[in-house]
């Protein structure tokens, strides 16, 4: 499934000038304050990173820096899941956007406290719920397992950040709400559990370079093509993809597909991981957010990368 590839001294060129356009961008946003702990992240901070499918590997700027997962841990997560059990999980759960913030509460009362998407808040402590294990401790080592089994790295390349853990844990009042009214539609079974392991999974940390190592087997049909090893199937592979697609950047997915055309999923710690099939994947950081919760440097320096290497799969 190897899609032909630009030379790697292109691939270098484009990425220093998507940096440039990215990091130019980083004054016009604002960190994400609502977790405390983000609010303290230079908002100057730019890195991205790409890994290929054939093993190759580029950088730019603070590709190096370790900054927290938090949702694009939700890609991760539901791998595992699925890696799992399956489908289970969206037998209370659907595939369609939500079109309300990814913190939003309304459409889960009204749809019975089943989420729209595994990439909202509320779908991700859902998916969250059923990664094995019972307590949140087994679950979050799972999680790290999965990780590490992706990336080729052992667990310790996916620490926790306990400061960002305990900010989040003390904050996030309407996550427990979400966890809440799908506990009272009996869709999960424990409110603690779920948020807990929810917001330990968000806090681990990793960089955009080992982000973008993380998640090749994305981009190769749910097989790690540096190890060889499979960590989902395709048929599974291709759903987490397309949800990529179709609600991993929020109410901005319109937007960035036109623009980018790459399935994404972004995070309040201001990354973006992008996918693009059979070739490559990218993994920006900027914790400069926009209006709409996503990085503002990341959308713009991988709308330059897409552009100029011709990644578009809408092309
Ligand atoms: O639950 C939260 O609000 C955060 N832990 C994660 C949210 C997030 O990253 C949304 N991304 N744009």
């Not at 990336?151 to 310790?156: A, E, K, L, N």
């Not at 799908?182 to 955009?208: G, L, N, S, W």
């Amino acid at each position: 499934m190897t899609r032909t590839l630009p030379a790697a001294a292109e691939i270098q060129a484009a990425l220093d000038e998507a940096w440039r356009i990215g990091r130019d961008r980083c004054g016009d946003g604002r960190v994400a304050d609502y977790i405390p702990e983000l609010a303290r992240v230079d908002p100057s901070l730019f890195g991205i990173a790409i890994h290929t499918v054939d093993g190759q590997c580029f950088s730019a700027g603070d590709a190096d820096y370790r900054f927290t997962l938090q949702s694009a841990s939700k890609v991760f997560s539901l791998s595992a899941v699925v890696a799992d059990s399956g489908e289970t999980v969206f037998e209370h759960m659907s595939v369609e956007p939500s079109g309300d913030a990814f913190f939003s509460i309304v459409k889960l009362e009204e749809e019975k406290g089943q989420p729209r998407n595994p990439y909202i808040n509320a779908g991700a402590i859902l998916t969250s719920s059923h990664l094995p294990g019972e307590t949140a401790d087994q679950k979050i080592r799972h999680f790290r397992t999965f990780l590490a089994s992706a990336s080729g790295m052992d667990r310790d390349a996916f620490p926790v950040s306990e400061a960002v853990y305990r900010s989040e844990a003390d904050t996030g009042h309407r996550n427990r709400a979400l966890a809440e009214i799908m506990r009272h539609h009996k869709v999960i079974p424990d409110v603690e559990v779920a948020v807990e392991t929810y917001f330990r999974q968000c806090a681990v940390t990793c960089t955009a370079e080992s982000l973008a190592r993380t998640s090749l087997y994305l981009a190769n049909g749910g097989k790690d093509p540096l190890t060889g090893k499979r960590l989902i199937t395709p048929a599974t592979n291709h759903g987490v993809v397309a949800l990529m697609a179709t609600s991993g950047m929020y109410d901005e997915v319109g937007s960035h597909a036109i623009e980018v055309g790459l399935p994404s999923k972004s995070s309040v710690s201001g990354a973006v991981l992008a996918v693009a099939p059979g070739r490559l994947t990218i993994a920006g950081f900027g914790p400069a957010l926009g209006p709409m919760g996503n990085s503002i440097g990341a959308m713009k320096a991988l709308g330059a990368l897409a552009e100029r290497l011709e990644l578009s799969v809408y092309r």
